[in-house]
DNA sequence: TGTCCACTTTAGAATTGTTCTAATCTACTT
DNA sequence: AAGTAGATTAGAACAATTCTAAAGTGGACA
């Protein structure tokens, strides 16, 4: 990866978000954390990711995706929305919202939490806390 | 498996069920389709279901379950809620419907349709057709 | 600025749920 | 009863993820 396009100004502002989360500023966090917050909302896989890392010409292992997904994940940067049982998605977004899967192309796109409107759950059986709604509305490319 | 414990009313209704799905009656099938739909809707995995069946002195092989329930998928008598990365899980409650989901426990319960009022949706991105909406409500045990 | 050490990265092995292979068996047709 | 398409099986293969343990590095502190 070329640092040289980071200014010093992303480099502080991506820095500050790792200390801040409990993390050593490293390089393949920062480059990461760079493709992961550099511009908007991202959902990522470990794949997706890896290769796009090795895109931006950096070299990084498979295992380090993964322990920075999953410490990106912990720390509260990262989420993760579930929606297929072969891979695991990791969502930029950190606000409670919800998603459209694609499955055809095994894409996911936000909504926003004020376009579904969830007008009455159900409770939760006692002895339970809510931990979270997710919606997630499966859609199929239209036949042609 | 027991066969003296299937009345030949209850063989029949399962055979009917399986041939009505397109699939020969076999031994296995039967035997997982008694366990399966034999008494009220159910939400198994893969090895819940291979240990009830040893349970229940079936021998059947971790193949014939995957097998079966994959069968019992495509061919619309099961279908599949995807809560959990870990785990497939399978649901004998075809209808409309949707679920929490016990972290904790790994265990599903069933939310009536009508429980959960939708009462806007986005509409579906142009060129995509909505396949499902699936509403998961994620349960924590609450702290003593 | 150099030392040190806890934290990080890494290659490759291990793990685990699921699928595949290909040999054997069986339900159903004739 | 024989023939055959489909079913079952043990075990190998597969793929996403995690683990291991060795080598590297950030940053605190002298
Ligand atoms: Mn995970
Ligand atoms: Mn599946
Ligand atoms: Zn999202
Ligand atoms: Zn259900």
Do not use: C, W
């Not at 996911?108 to 009455?120: G, R």
Request: net charge negative; glycine share 6%; proline share 4%.
């Amino acid at each position: 990866m070329n640092f040289d396009a980071l200014t010093p100004e992303q480099i502080d502002r991506l820095s500050g978000k790792l200390r801040a989360a409990g993390l050593r500023s490293t390089r393949p966090r920062l480059a990461l954390a760079h493709l992961l917050f550099g511009a908007g909302n991202r959902h990522v896989t470990a794949e997706t990711l890896h290769e796009e890392a090795r895109n931006a010409g950096l070299s990084v292992s498979q295992a380090t995706i993964y322990n920075t997904l999953n410490q990106f994940l912990s720390a509260g940067l990262l989420s993760e929305v579930i929606v297929d049982h072969a891979r695991s998605y990791f969502d930029t977004n950190v606000t409670d919202h919800h998603h459209f899967f694609i499955e055809d192309e095994t894409r996911l796109i936000d909504i926003p939490l004020d376009e579904v409107a969830l007008s009455s759950l159900p409770n939760a059986p006692s002895g339970y806390d809510l931990a979270g709604v997710d919606v997630v509305i499966r859609l199929l490319k239209a036949p042609a």
